[in-house]
């Protein structure tokens, strides 16, 4: 356990729930009394801006659980599940995989890409199209013939009698304005409303699949588009009655990149959504069991899908292979432990909500 103080002496530094983890209900009093890139109160000198909170304590055992392939035929539900406190990344499904990934989640961390995708898939786009039809200052922007998809139908350049020129936006007259507005959002009327609603009920579904859970936008919460999809989303989960917290990062995790030249001696562009709950969970965790990290083609001469769910796959400047490198050095240093493969139960005991493991690894670390 000696070890992992060691790193989260170094991590601290960069993460805490306090400021990474923040309660989405305190936002508007954090907008008004924080600075962000601080966290102190504005017009201070210096003094901690403590007007916030976050539902995350300190913990003796940790999962944290990637998406990886290799968590199919596992048989890690249960062992994920035994640990006091279990941290997905993305919102990945979990019931029909349970038996390998567990069904249980205390913490769900979530990029930019996964909350455009939870809007899109809540249908929480309209608000930004009926947004912009009410504010006729929008019509200011070029930018809203990139941000309304509705704006490429036809009908809709006939209407305008408009040329794909984006100038077209600042000549608008209210007739002209009406009608392209009356034009997407019959555009929006004819898609495929059964598909739309069942991609929205699913999505609820997997909100609802741990109850308590903290739902968190690692990524920065003060800009317009991280705040407003947010706050579309709290919406959603207040209406429904849906038992999850949002949360919200006083600034993005992206800002914290030099932490990983301290750690691994790497420069990495764009550290994974995984590596950063890593990093975050070692602030909080005693222990940590890691799952479902592994970006290698193949195991033991079998192919292994990107995700356990999907094929997926990740870009360019995530440098995935040189991450899962740290893992296993890590691993072998007895700051986690990295589990690939297959779990066996029976090398251990489990009592009430939390694992207590006697395996060969502990003993040795």
């Avoid at 890690?76 to 006091?84: P, Q, T």
């Avoid at 809203?144 to 794909?164: I, N, P, R």
């Avoid at 984006?166 to 929006?188: H, M, P, Q, Y």
Wanted: a positive charge; hydrophobic letters at 35%.
């Amino acid at each position: 356990m000696e070890r992992i103080h060691q790193i989260r002496n170094i991590t601290r530094k960069y993460f805490d729930p306090k400021r990474n983890i923040i309660d989405f209900e305190d936002i508007d009093v954090f907008l008004k009394k924080c600075n962000p890139a601080s966290l102190t109160l504005l017009h201070s000198t210096g003094e901690p801006c403590d007007v916030t909170h976050t539902r995350v304590k300190h913990y003796r055992t940790c999962a944290v659980v990637g998406n990886g392939g290799i968590l199919l035929d596992s048989g890690c539900g249960a062992e994920i599940d035994a640990h006091e406190f279990v941290i997905r990344n993305n919102l990945p499904p979990t019931v029909l995989y349970a038996k390998d990934v567990g069904k249980n989640t205390n913490l769900t961390t979530i990029n930019y890409t996964t909350l455009r995708a939870v809007c899109t898939d809540l249908n929480l786009e309209a608000t930004k199209l009926g947004a912009f039809c009410t504010d006729l200052e929008a019509t200011k922007s070029g930018a809203v013939w990139t941000d309304l998809e509705a704006t490429k139908s036809g009908a809709v350049w006939t209407d305008l009698e408009a040329t794909k020129s984006g100038a077209v936006c600042t000549d608008l007259d209210a007739r002209k304005l009406e009608a392209f507005c009356i034009a997407a959002k019959n555009r929006s009327a004819i898609k495929d409303k059964e598909e739309e609603e069942e991609r929205r009920r699913a999505t609820l579904t997997r909100l609802r699949e741990s109850p308590g859970m903290i739902f968190s936008y690692s990524l920065s919460t003060v800009d317009s588009f991280g705040q407003s999809k947010l706050r579309a989303i709290d919406r959603v989960i207040r209406d429904n009655k849906i038992p999850v917290t949002l949360a919200f990062s006083h600034q993005s995790a992206m800002s914290n990149k030099g932490l990983y030249r301290k750690l691994a001696g790497k420069r990495w562009r764009l550290p994974s959504t995984g590596m950063n709950t890593f990093a975050l969970a070692s602030t909080f965790c005693d222990r940590i069991s890691m799952y479902g990290y592994y970006p290698l083609p193949t195991y033991n001469n079998r192919n292994v899908s990107y995700h356990y769910y999907d094929q997926g796959g990740y870009g360019p400047n995530h440098k995935m292979e040189e991450e899962y490198v740290m893992f296993q050095d890590f691993h072998n240093q007895g700051i986690i432990r990295l589990v690939i493969g297959k779990c066996n139960l029976t090398e251990g005991r489990l009592e009430g909500n939390n694992l207590f493991k006697e395996t060969s690894w502990y003993r040795k670390h």
